[in-house]
Nanobody, 124 residues
Framework: QVQLVESGGGSVQAGGSLRLSCAAS????????MGWFRQAPGKEREFVAA????????RYADSALGRFAISRDNAKSTAYLQMNSLKPEDTATYYC?????????????????WGQGTLVTVSS
């Protein structure tokens, strides 16, 4: 049974930082690309960042460029999203997802497995 468990969400003031983690089990983690998506209240889920199976390639949404960093530790079967300079518009539930075809996809249709999400709230 595949499980993706996010952690690290919480409340922070604008300008602050958070580091999200996604612990994976039940899949060949080192063969999957990993992605982070987010969904704000009343909005559709949107792509944030993706990292290749090796960690050598990354892809970001324009909103995340220069502020967020995605990474992974295959030995720990864990993906991370470091979020700096947070803004109130970053407030959302953040989801990690695994793409077993290992592409750097920015559309959720390519991702096979999803976590339950972790809430990030940024106050002004």
């Amino acid at each position: 049974q595949v499980q993706l468990v996010e952690s690290g969400g919480g409340s922070v003031q604008a300008g602050g930082s958070l580091r999200l983690s996604c612990a994976a089990s039940g899949l060949t983690f080192g063969s999957c690309a990993m992605g982070w998506f987010r969904q704000a209240p009343g909005k559709e889920r949107e792509f944030v960042a993706a990292v290749s199976w090796s960690g050598g390639s990354t892809r970001y949404a324009d909103s995340a460029l220069g502020r967020f960093a995605i990474s992974r530790d295959n030995a720990k079967s864990t993906a991370y999203l470091q979020m700096n300079s947070l803004k109130p518009e970053d407030t959302a539930t953040y989801y990690c997802a695994a793409d077993s075809d290992s592409g750097l996809e920015n559309s959720e249709i390519w991702y096979d497995y999803w976590g339950q999400g972790t809430l990030v709230t940024v106050s002004s």
